[in-house]
């Protein structure tokens, strides 16, 4: 069975993103695991080690579907929340390209996590019982991969996103 290894990167990244009428903000922030190295087996799909991404598109943003935070409570009251997680880039499954390949086609390094801070509240209204949920926000890139030595696209639309920040969600019953 063959094996590979990537080393895990770090740059520092932070950004700071506000919600009108929530007063809230996120920081993402780089966390940068020391030497760790990555091993992945050739049973997690085919491998291209001459591959290379093309095609590479913007998808936009998403917000993430597990919540970072959550906050609820009566009417009268200011839901706060004020929490710092660490979240990863995701990807497709089976890419089939090294690490680095897909970094350098989609302009930041895949194997690093970012800390994000959530931090925001809100106002209750009197005699309802309000949720505040923070979920991570992400932004994406499409692309293809081509093959060097085979000269041909060998996988179409995989993608890449990393978080960069906090969107937030206010129900009120």
Known sequence: MKRRTAQFGATAVALTACLAGTGATAQAQSVSPTAETR???????PFYPYGKLV??????????KKPLAKASGPGGTRL?????KSVST???????????????GVGWDVEKSRSITVSGTREVSRGKHGTLTAYAKYSGKKFDIYDNIQF???????????????CFTYTEK
């Open 55 to 64: 095609h590479v598109k913007s998808v936009g943003t998403k917000c993430g």
């Open 39 to 45: 091993t992945v087996s050739a049973a997690d799909g």
């Open 152 to 166: 041909k696209i060998v996988a179409k639309n995989k993608t890449a996103y990393k978080p960069i920040g906090v």
């Open 80 to 84: 706060g929340i004020s929490e710092t």
């Open 90 to 104: 995701t990807l497709s499954k089976n890419i089939g390209v090294t690490y680095n390949a897909i970094s350098a």
